[in-house]
């Protein structure tokens, strides 16, 4: 069974930077050819996805998200971290990580996290 938690301050000042991180079991980051996604949902609005970092250690973002943001992993620990950077109270949301899998019929995800709430705020 494939667990994931997510991990990080509840708080974040505007102009900081937010910095989350997801530990994952019951499979390894490593592990051809899975994806790893930080995914987040502002109140009232719909998932947005935000970055991936797969198996291999290529990683992908969000254009709209993109000079802001930074994705890493730490293989030994098996867990995977989001940074975004230069933080505005838009950027309040439940931040979730999640797996991503990518095959010829698409983008999907299997397993979530439980998602912590972030919220930006002086």
């Known amino acids: 069974q494939v667990q994931l938690q997510e991990s990080g301050p509840g708080l974040v000042k505007p102009s900081q930077t937010l910095s989350l991180t997801c530990a994952v079991s019951?499979?390894?980051?490593?592990?051809?050819?899975?994806?790893w996604s930080w995914i987040r949902q502002p109140p009232g609005k719909g998932l947005e996805w935000i970055a991936y970092?797969?198996?291999?250690?290529?990683?992908g973002y969000n254009p709209s998200l993109k000079s802001r943001t930074s994705i890493s992993r730490d293989t030994p620990k098996n867990q995977f971290s989001l940074q975004l950077s230069s933080v505005t109270p838009e950027d309040t949301a439940v931040y979730y990580c999640?797996?991503?899998?990518?095959?010829?019929?698409?983008?999907?995800?299997?397993?979530w996290g439980q998602g912590t709430q972030v919220t930006v705020s002086s």
């Open positions: 970092i797969n198996y291999s250690g290529r990683f």
């Open positions: 999640a797996r991503q899998l990518v095959t010829a019929g698409g983008i999907s995800y299997d397993y």
């Open positions: 019951g499979e390894s980051i490593t592990t051809n050819y899975y994806y």
